[in-house]
């Protein structure tokens, strides 16, 4: 069965910097791209951005709200994604979900697989 | 950026009912667009990609069409458990964008 299972939200300050964390388990991880999505308290789905495959050189792609603050990377020894995400402002409050981009090596895809989503606080 | 625009945003309608969810993009996505439902505290859930290709597992009285810019899902016989939010997303060209949602209660 294909699951993730995201990790790593909580309070944080405004300014100040959260690493979330998604296990992948039940499929070839290192194959897929995986993307970032969140979602703020009452309101709609917002892409955050995408890490391609070692294929692909693992490159990246970014909303414009949060390029030169987060960083999606992977490691696919540990079938793990992660969102690193610094100078967290209010804004930034929401549920962070990964999932699985379906097919491999394009960038036309979506999302065939969610987590169950973190919840990311950003308060003082 | 690609502005995605659903309509209605509420939309009431009985068990039974066939209902109809649009989503117009700003400029044109050939078939890339997808439909997620969410249900309150859940994650989305992949119900058609690429216009009207049907995810494993998903009811057949769902169902997608369009092509560049508009785009529908519609549900054909309303059942309980589909009362829900709805979203489009296009992943034609990033930064992949959704639509704001369309929230189906019942009447």
């Known amino acids: 069965e294909v699951q993730l299972v995201e990790s790593g939200g909580g309070l944080v300050q405004p300014g100040g910097s959260l690493r979330l964390s998604c296990a992948a388990s039940g499929f070839t991880f290192s194959d897929h791209y995986m993307d970032w999505v969140r979602q703020a308290p009452g309101k709609g789905l917002e892409w955050v951005g995408r890490t391609r495959n070692k294929v692909n050189g693992y490159t990246t792609e970014y909303a414009a709200s949060v390029k030169g603050r987060f960083t999606i990377s992977r490691d696919d020894s540990k079938n793990s994604l992660y969102l690193q995400m610094n100078s967290l402002k209010i804004e930034d409050t929401a549920v962070y979900y990964c999932g699985r981009v379906s097919g491999s090596s394009w960038d036309k895809s979506f999302l065939d697989c969610w987590g169950q989503g973190t919840l990311v606080t950003v308060s003082s | ?107």
Request: net charge positive.
């Open chain 2, 1 to 107: 950026d690609i502005q995605l625009t659903q309509s209605p945003s509420l939309l009431s309608a009985f068990v039974g009912d066939r209902v109809t969810i649009t989503c117009r993009a700003s400029q044109g996505i050939s078939s890339y667009l997808a439909w997620y439902q969410q249900k309150p505290g859940r994650a989305p859930k992949l119900l058609i990609y690429v216009t009207s290709t049907l995810q494993s597992g998903v009811p057949s009285r769902f169902s997608g069409s369009g092509s560049g810019t508009e785009f529908t899902l519609t549900i054909s016989s309303l059942q309980p458990e589909d009362f829900a939010t709805y979203y489009c997303q296009q992943f034609n060209s990033y930064p992949f964008t959704f639509g704001q949602g369309t929230r189906l209660e019942i009447k």
